[in-house]
């Protein structure tokens, strides 16, 4: 089977074009994309579809209602907490077979309770934060699958 064996979460999303165009890249690497809570907007919205393009139909997506319900569809998998907070840098992790990397929302991240319980599996991407306050969540996306997956043998 294609694909990353890799999943992504998005906790509650805010923004549809991000949301698409991390579908996009999902879609692209095969990797399974699971949306937690309630989004920010419609998931028929026209702006989502577009940033998806025709790609639509070759995602893999879930939707969770909560992040409890998301591990219990995940029992396997190892969840890796995405935060400018974390200590740890996302090239530093290592990476397998499996992991489920979690994004929080654009305007607020992820609860903080989540981080302070997870700090051996929440990692940074790091930005000269004196200059912007944080990086695009689809831009985040792509950067870490795509380190996953370069650290997992790429895509094959």
Request: proline share 5%; hydrophobic share 35%; glycine share 8%.
């Given at each position: ?116 319980n997870h700090p051996d599996t929440t ?34």
């Amino acid at each position: 089977m294609k694909g990353s064996k890799l999943h992504v979460a998005l906790y509650r999303p805010e923004i549809p074009p991000n949301t698409g165009n991390i579908a996009r890249t999902c879609a692209a690497t095969g990797t399974h994309l699971h949306i937690v809570g309630t989004p920010g907007f419609r998931t028929t919205d026209k702006h989502l579809k577009r940033a998806g393009l025709d790609y639509w139909h070759s995602v893999k997506i879930s939707y969770h209602r909560d992040f409890s319900d998301l591990e219990k569809s995940l029992p396997s998998s190892r969840f890796v907490y995405f935060s400018s907070k974390a200590k740890t840098v996302y090239t530093d992790f290592l990476y397998r077979v499996g992991d489920c990397l979690v994004f929080g929302c654009e305007t607020t991240g992820l609860p903080e309770e989540m981080l302070e319980n997870h700090p051996d599996t929440t990692v940074r991407i790091p930005i000269y934060k004196d200059i912007v306050r944080c990086l695009n969540l689809a831009t985040s996306v792509g950067i870490a699958l795509f380190e996953a997956i370069r650290q997992l043998g790429g895509l094959g």
